[in-house]
């Protein structure tokens, strides 16, 4: 009987889930729990189980772990000696100290870090017209994504976790600066939008509110564009100079294909 895998990840597009879920598929477990930091009204509801491998999968906004992940991973979660395999979704810009960062925050939550990988997700500024690293994890990447699985398995069965040799991964310390609270937000087209509340649904920070109209806090915004993508009528929209000028520069100098790093 292998030992359970409990799959913990903030994911606002679904692209950290996915990664993880093909992660899972070759690590062979007989039990898989799911621990969503994603949305804030399931936060109290947690329980992690007290043996077996964590795989632990994060967003990366400007290089760092995104912030409600990093809040919410110290706020929720728990080692208690159990290994890590830690995985950071970045838009094929770069991770930079993402994947060390979330080394240091698992090792502070009580976890023994013992593999790491950075996988590709779609920017989510990326649109139609701008697209940066669209429709990724695609098949290669999950290919990759169970490959990092059976890697970790084999890796975990030559001992005890805390006898195996530190994990290193690249990146900085101090790790360097990250996003800041801003009063840039997705807007909405009332002419397009009837108020069906799923952006509000959709928001993993509770910045949206929807009565007879839809108010968006820009301040709680952390502009991962949820609520653009599940707009079933297009009525969301990121459009700010800044993401635009943002955008442009994605699209000119990071169209390349970057592929997935495995560290185990």
């Known amino acids: 009987m292998s030992a359970p895998v409990e799959l913990i990840y903030f994911s606002a597009t679904g692209t950290t889930r996915r990664t993880l879920e093909a992660v899972a598929r070759t690590l062979g477990p007989d039990e898989v729990t799911r621990t969503d930091l994603t949305s804030p009204g399931e936060l109290e509801t947690i329980s992690s189980p007290e043996q077996g491998l964590a ?8 290089g760092r772990v995104a912030p409600p992940a990093a809040e919410r991973l110290r706020k929720h979660v728990y080692g208690d000696g159990r290994p890590a395999a830690l995985v950071v979704l970045y838009g094929n810009r770069d991770y930079e100290d993402a994947l060390l960062e979330l080394k240091d925050i698992a090792e502070d939550l009580g976890f023994i870090p013992v593999a790491g990988a950075a996988f590709i997700g779609e920017h989510s500024y ?21 490959e990092y699985g059976r890697r970790i398995r084999e890796k975990l069965s030559r001992g005890r976790p805390s006898s195996l040799p530190d994990l290193e991964l690249p990146g900085n310390r101090p790790h360097r600066e990250g996003t800041q609270p801003n009063e840039v937000a997705p807007e909405t087209d009332p002419q397009r939008c009837v108020l069906c509340g799923e952006c509000a649904r959709s928001c993993p920070m509770g910045a949206i509110t929807v009565t007879d109209e839809v108010v968006t806090e820009a301040l709680k915004c952390v502009m991962c564009c949820a609520c653009t993508r599940i707009c079933p009528f297009d009525a969301r929209s990121l459009t700010h100079e800044r993401v635009e000028g943002f955008r442009d520069m994605l699209t000119t100098k990071f169209s390349a294909r970057n592929e997935p790093e495995l560290f185990v």
């Open 55 to 62: 795989v632990i999968g994060v967003p990366v906004y400007a």
């Open 126 to 146: 990326a649109t139609p017209e701008k697209p940066v690293a669209e429709g990724r994890p695609d098949l290669d990447d999950e290919k990759l994504a169970e």
